[in-house]
């Protein structure tokens, strides 16, 4: 089968969080695989309980989106414990490289790395976690000079609330709602794209004043799915609203920030998480997101679809309407 706009790309498994790449010609999507199952559901995400990755490909828009099979198993990541959530890819020095956060032994969420020949994989995973990372969501950019960032971060269960202090404290809360929210994390990454060349920063998120926006402003403060992007010069960084679950997006001349927020990309989708990314294929832009549409609403149970993003002259993204005919 074909696939269209705003359908689920894969009806045989459960997909989520998906991260789009150009690869060799072909759209390669880096998605979460969603399990079926009746445990626990809860605001530490317990209900994501991910074990693999598949990769998806496509030959181009309109294709039939093809399973390239197991990608890399929880067995096979010496470090982690649990919860493979969402993964994303890159390709750097003849190597592809598959970024996936999970929990640690400790049940503290790190992200680690691993490494494929071919952009389908499968990938062998290093042995350890990437030194000084934590939480959840990394998004790689490898910009146009070659220097490759990681950004990532997330609320609630992805812990990043518990690493202001930059160590893991377990009962640390979130900023107070008239404070500055807390931004998603940038790292540089090393030549060998297996560590960090710096420690994490946080970026900052501001208004169009340049007031940083505030933590109680749940419209548009950061919440977990970092995405950048590069169009015309300037860089994009998208990211999910969570508790009011947008996609809004920030614009800034510099990979590192700060970041001017700018306005929404998506709409709440069926379902409590919203994730994307976004690509340019063919001279083109897509979104790659996902609701919960394929299970009837069950909040883990997802499906990724894509659409088409639009510019408008003042580099501003036009909104997407999911649902619309
Ligand atoms: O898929 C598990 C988590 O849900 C992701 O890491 C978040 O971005 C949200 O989509």
């Known amino acids: 089968m074909k696939s269209s706009f705003n359908q689920p790309i894969v009806t045989h498994i459960y997909t989520a969080d998906p991260s789009a790449h150009v690869f060799e010609g072909k759209l390669y999507i880096y998605p979460s695989h969603d399990l079926d ?33 197991e990608a890399l198993h929880l067995r096979d990541v010496p470090w982690a414990s649990s919860q493979l959530w969402a993964p994303d890819a890159a390709f750097k020095n003849g190597k592809y490289y598959l970024f996936f956060p999970a929990r640690d032994h400790d049940g503290i969420f790190r992200i680690g790395a691993a490494a494929s020949d071919s952009p389908a994989g499968p990938f062998k ?17 490898v910009d146009d000079d070659g220097k490759a960032y990681m950004y990532f971060g997330g609320l609630w269960g992805g812990q990043l609330e518990k690493w202001q202090s930059g160590a893991y404290e377990p009962q640390r809360e979130g900023p107070a709602s008239c404070e500055p929210a ?48 590069r169009y015309n010069g300037l860089y994009y960084l998208s990211y999910s609203t969570g ?52 299970s009837g609403g ?24 999911p649902y619309a005919n």
């Open 37 to 69: 199952h009746d445990g626990p559901s809860n605001d530490n995400g317990d209900q994501y309980r991910m074990e693999d990755y598949h990769v998806l490909s496509m030959e181009g828009i309109g294709a039939k989106a093809i399973d390239e099979g």
């Open 125 to 141: 995973a290093e042995p350890n976690y990437i030194p000084g990372s934590f939480s959840i969501d990394p998004a790689v950019l």
């Open 243 to 294: 508790t009011t679950h947008k996609l809004v997006y920030a614009t800034s001349g510099s990979p590192t920030g700060p970041f001017v927020y700018r306005g929404v990309i998506l709409p709440p989708v069926v379902g409590w998480t919203t994730h994307h990314s976004i690509v340019e294929f063919d001279g083109k832009w897509y979104l790659f997101y996902h609701d919960s549409s394929l």
């Open 182 to 229: 807390l931004g998603p994390r940038v790292a540089k990454l090393s030549e060998d794209m297996l560590s960090f060349e710096a420690e994490p920063s946080e970026i900052s998120i501001v208004d169009e004043s340049g007031n940083p926006i505030l933590a109680g402003d749940e419209d548009r403060r950061y919440f977990e799915g970092p995405w950048v992007h």
């Open 298 to 321: 069950v909040n883990h149970k997802r499906c990724v679809k894509y659409t088409e993003l639009h510019y408008n002259d003042d580099g501003t993204i036009r909104m997407i309407e």
